[in-house]
């Protein structure tokens, strides 16, 4: 199966195009070098973290342009901290491994997102994020309070304070 976190099902049918490559990072570096490497090949790249977009926009590009998938399902690591309320994410992880790592912490504390466990963190945090404890605590969005970025040239922004799960 090449839609390996395809959970739209409305998209991955027969008509639906095919990326020409599927790369699985599991490092940041990794990402970095295969966005670097898509930048330089004469085709578009797509980023998928849980393939939930109900718009399809992780499963085909723009104009029905040849693509290549980044797809971050094995950049999923959670790290917890307890002393400091907060958790490292990547951006691959699922809700339901977010949930699943903060409860395994603490039975008294959770995270403001969605309800659908499969649904990625990338995606989901990115759009904002919104669940059953939302009205207290607002969105998923809301509640980050620090990040490292990736953007589409290949460029890391490293944080300044903690380091993140894969180091
Ligand atoms: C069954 C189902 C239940 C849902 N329930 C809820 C809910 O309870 N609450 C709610 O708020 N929303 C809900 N949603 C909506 C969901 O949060 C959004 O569709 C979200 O964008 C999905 O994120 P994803 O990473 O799984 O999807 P993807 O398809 O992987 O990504 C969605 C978009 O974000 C981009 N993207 C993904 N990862 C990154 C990244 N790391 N960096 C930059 N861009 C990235 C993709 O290229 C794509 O354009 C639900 C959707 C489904 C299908």
Known sequence: MFHLSAYNLIITNSSSSNPVAIILPGTKEQLLASITCCKNAPCEFIIRSGGHSFEGLSYSAWNHQIFVLIDLMNLNRVLVDMESKTAWVEAGATLGEIYYEVSRASSHFGFPAGL????????????????????????????????????????????????????
């Open 116 to 167: 659908y466990p499969t649904i990625g963190s990338g995606g989901h945090i990115g759009g904002g994020g919104w669940g059953l404890m939302s009205r207290k605590y607002g969105l998923a969005s809301d509640n980050v309070v620090d990040a490292i970025l990736v953007d589409s040239n290949g460029r890391l922004w490293l944080s300044t304070k903690s380091i993140s799960p894969s180091g």
